[in-house]
């Protein structure tokens, strides 16, 4: 079982059912999960500055959360809350201060004993590629898909150590599973101007217009993502363009749901998975509500 | 400026070090942070730049840069550099540094609101505001 952290953005902005497919998709696939009790908002940003602990202290009681609940780890789908749990959880398995004052504030000992996985890394590791192609039911032909990673994913790799940070093939291979074709394209791995969409949109605009000019000389249909402040930048910047010459935007589970059936098929299909065996496993998006 | 006027004490350069772990003297301006910076196009100051104003103690200029506020924190540099300096952790303890520095900063809320609540909290937590 998958301590499931929804964080902020992701569960605000359900509607546009990043959370939902997530979590009917790994449900159809037998992975359990289930929302993490009295989750609170990772903080956005790792606190880069080595004397600052105080941004620590609501990862560290959502990552010890999960510890207690037993669970195999936590499952992020947000890439800033992936990143930020995977930074703050390395930090605390290695630096003894940061152990001592958190500790000491929170009144635990928490010293990393967590895992953090990204829906990506779950998809990738737990279930693996050959059960997700089994899956397929219509193969995606004729897409080409730009896969965008962002800086949230990838870096630093020492710390993160999902993919390689300069070249990253995970998305890709997920996509060709499907039966889709990928295109290479520069600037996969560049920044999409993040928050500085909030007071400094142009900036941000700038940054991810960049990303997806280079996708569309690639020769890309659509280009997925897994970030949600991403898919965010990558739309508002082409609002100025005319209909045809803008890229859809979509989160990298909506290939996955459509290649497996749509989600109405795969929420069946986890029903009566959850029917067969442990009733918990019945996905739960609305736990908290 | 030839004869600076006032560079950094030992004790802001010891801070520096403090906050990042590492030692900004070390940096031999190979300027792979400013060539592979996505956001250099928008900067006053180019990462190495700010990296050899840090080395040469001239923090006024350090502190007046717009750079120092244009970074994303992107990492891209800090995971690119040969002498692994962690340009963006240098520039992250520059903010850090004017932010405490500067106090009873007024809190605003004059971004767009529209946007996902990860880029209004980011950005809150990177301006203080």
Redesign the interface.
């Known amino acids: 079982m998958l301590s499931y952290y929804p964080g902020c953005t992701v569960r605000a902005q359900q509607d546009d059912g990043f959370e939902r497919e997530a979590l009917a998709l790994l449900a159809s696939l037998d992975i359990q999960t289930h929302e993490l009790e009295e989750w609170e908002c990772c903080g956005a940003v790792y606190p880069e500055a080595r004397d600052e602990y105080v941004g620590l202290l609501s990862s560290v009681r959502a990552l010890q959360r999960t510890w207690d609940a037993g669970s195999q780890g936590m499952l992020t789908l947000c890439s800033a809350c992936f990143h930020v749990m995977r930074r703050v959880n390395h930090r605390m398995k290695r630096d003894e201060e940061a152990q001592r004052r958190v500790g000491g504030y929170l009144g635990n000992m928490y010293q990393g004993e967590t895992k953090v996985f990204h829906l990506l890394e779950v998809l990738r590791d737990l279930v693996g590629y050959p059960r997700i192609q089994e899956a397929v039911v219509t193969p995606l032909k004729g897409e080409k898909m730009a896969c965008y990673y962002g800086c949230m994913l990838l870096r630093p790799k020492e710390e993160l150590g999902l993919v390689d940070s300069e070249n990253p093939r995970l998305m890709e291979a997920l996509m060709e599973t499907l039966g889709a074709t990928t295109v290479r394209f520069p600037y996969q791995t560049d920044c999409c101007g993040a928050y500085h969409v909030y007071r400094e949109a142009p900036l941000a605009a700038a940054a991810s217009l960049k990303v997806i000019t280079a996708a569309r000389e690639a020769g890309a249909t659509q280009i997925i993502t897994a970030c949600p402040l991403c898919k965010h930048n990558l739309e508002a910047c082409q609002a100025s363009l005319p209909q045809k010459e803008r890229l859809p935007v979509a989160y990298m589970t909506a290939p996955l749901v459509k290649a497996l059936g749509g989600v109405q098929r795969l929420e069946q299909m986890a029903f009566q998975n959850g029917e067969k065996g442990d009733p918990s496993h019945a996905f739960s998006g609305e736990n908290s509500q | 400026m030839r004869f600076p006027e006032k560079t950094a004490s030992n004790s802001q350069r010891e801070d520096v070090k ?4 590492k030692e900004v003297k070390d940096c031999y301006q190979c300027m792979k942070c400013s060539a592979g910076c ?2 250099a ?2 900067m006053d100051r180019l990462p190495h730049e700010m990296m050899q104003l840090a080395k040469l103690g001239l923090l006024e200029e350090v502190y007046a840069s717009k750079s120092l506020w ?1 970074c ?5 540099c ?2 690119r550099c040969p002498r692994d300096l962690e340009p ?2 240098v520039m ?2 520059f903010r ?1 540094t004017l932010l405490r520095e500067t106090p009873n900063r007024e809190e605003t809320c ?3 609101l529209t ?9 809150m ?3 203080r505001r």
Do not use: F, L, N, W
Request: charged share 15%; proline share 6%.
């Open positions: 403090h906050m990042t772990g996505p956001m196009s928008h244009i994303a924190s992107c990492m891209a800090s995971s963006a952790s992250e303890s850090v004059d971004g767009d946007v996902p609540r990860q880029a209004m909290i980011a950005s937590r990177k301006h």
